[in-house]
């Protein structure tokens, strides 16, 4: 093997030490996106609606966060995704709550009309609809 | 097949056979569907059992998502139609207030006419009533003025009221001594006294005829009728009906004065005519011949 044989293996080898660093780059994008959901989520007060799975999702975002401090950026991708759709789930809970309340409160609202209408039909005798 | 993606699977399939979900989360269900198969491409390339387990949590999370945003959509549909029907019920309400509003309107504008009515009836009878005062002072000032006239009428007669009605006293100045004969002068009140009785027509009289207590009584009951039926002469060819009018002569049986003076005798002679009240009749009022 002459010297330049040796320098063309280091160079593949260091290629492929590289490569293998940059097959797992820092999941900026799935961090971003994470954050981004985690936020809609709190803006639907989903902290309110589904406390567990806004909790997870914080969680698994700060763990992130310290996993690509640690640049174990394959754990760091898969958290800030589980992160992402936690969060997502949770402003989806939110929001079909937020819709089930509004619901129950036309139900209710038309309760009270029902029991108005018939006191204020019963308030003047022998008159009924 | 790691275990965690064969359940994803079945769940994903789960959702598609879920008719709910395919109609209000198609996006989410679509978005599951993709995962799982991108999750099965990447085990049969990689066999990374790890990332199957990883990849198996993201899709089952997508179908979770899928189901909590059919379970809103539904809410959703469900407080649409729900609110329709509260409008329905609102409609409902107003309309029956307005029924309401509409009948007591109504009955108060039966009594606000019952009220024109009763009112109107109120100023037709205060109508009545006035007319009624009205002719009744007019019947009274009628009244009242006849009774004038009929007192002027009995001034002119120079009538006298006594306890046995309106007397009037025609002097001897009517005849000559020991006649029964009018004089000629005696006739004009006379003539007023017929008068009088063509205007009252429902009075009658009574024609009394006195003497003072010179001579006899029978020949003083005798000039006394005499002079009396003169009177009644006079009246009844005159017009006045004759059963109106009776003729006594009664002497000297009801002196008005004392017989010794030549005064006194003058008043004694005399013509009374009494006058009755209407409806009295004069056969019924007759005076005793002789006094008690």
Not at chain 1, 11 to 36: F, H, N, R, T
Not at chain 1, 84 to 112: G, H, S, V
Not at chain 2, 182 to 189: D, F, R, W, Y
Request: with cysteine.
């Amino acid at each position: 093997m002459d010297c330049s044989t040796t320098r063309f293996v280091l160079i593949l080898l260091l290629a492929a030490g590289l490569g293998a660093c940059a097959s797992v780059p820092p999941p900026e994008s799935q961090m971003g996106k994470a954050d981004l959901a985690l936020r809609k989520a709190e803006q639907a007060d989903a902290a309110h609606f589904a406390p567990l799975e806004m909790r997870t999702a914080r969680t698994k975002l700060e763990a992130a966060r310290v996993a690509m401090r640690e640049e174990d950026n394959l754990e760091a991708r898969r958290l800030a995704e589980q992160a992402k759709l936690d969060a997502t789930l949770a402003e989806a809970t939110a929001q079909a709550a937020q819709r089930q309340e509004a619901t129950d409160t036309i139900r209710a609202d038309i309760e009270a009309l029902r029991v108005e209408a018939e006191r204020a039909s019963n308030r003047i005798p022998g008159e009924t609809q | 097949m790691p275990q965690a993606l064969v359940d994803a699977r079945a769940d994903v399939d789960a959702a598609r056979n879920d008719a709910d979900v395919v109609r209000l989360a198609p996006v989410q269900l679509d978005e599951a569907e993709e995962a799982i198969k991108q999750a099965e491409a990447l085990w049969y390339e990689e066999k990374d059992a790890d990332e199957a387990g990883h990849q198996a949590y993201l899709v089952i999370r997508r179908v979770e998502i899928a189901r909590v945003v059919t379970t809103g959509a539904k809410a959703m549909e469900e407080g649409r139609a729900l609110a329709r029907q509260r409008e329905a019920v609102l409609l409902e309400i107003r309309t029956a207030e307005a029924d309401r509003a509409l009948s007591v309107a109504e009955k108060r504008a039966e009594e606000a006419r019952r009220d024109r009515a009763a009112a109107e009836q109120a100023r037709t009878e205060a109508d009545q009533a006035r007319t009624e005062a009205a002719q009744a002072r007019a019947e009274a000032a009628a009244l009242a003025e006849s009774e004038r006239k009929l007192q002027e009428e009995l001034a002119e007669l120079q009538a006298k009221e006594t306890e046995r009605g309106i007397v009037l006293t025609l002097g001897d100045v009517l005849f000559d001594v020991d006649e029964a004969t009018l004089k000629a002068g005696a006739t004009q009140s006379l003539a007023r006294l017929v008068r009088f009785l063509k205007e009252y027509p429902d009075r009658q009289v009574l024609v009394e005829g006195h003497t003072d207590s010179t001579g006899t009584e029978e020949y003083n009951l005798g000039l006394s009728q005499r002079r009396a039926d003169s009177v009644v002469q006079f009246l009844t060819l005159n017009g006045v009906a004759p059963e109106r009018a009776i003729a006594t002569g009664y002497g000297q049986t009801y002196p008005v004065a004392g017989n010794e003076t030549a005064e006194g005798r003058q008043l004694n002679r005399r013509v009374e005519i009494v006058i009755l009240d209407p409806g009295e009749k004069a056969a019924e009022e007759l005076r005793p011949l002789l006094p008690q």
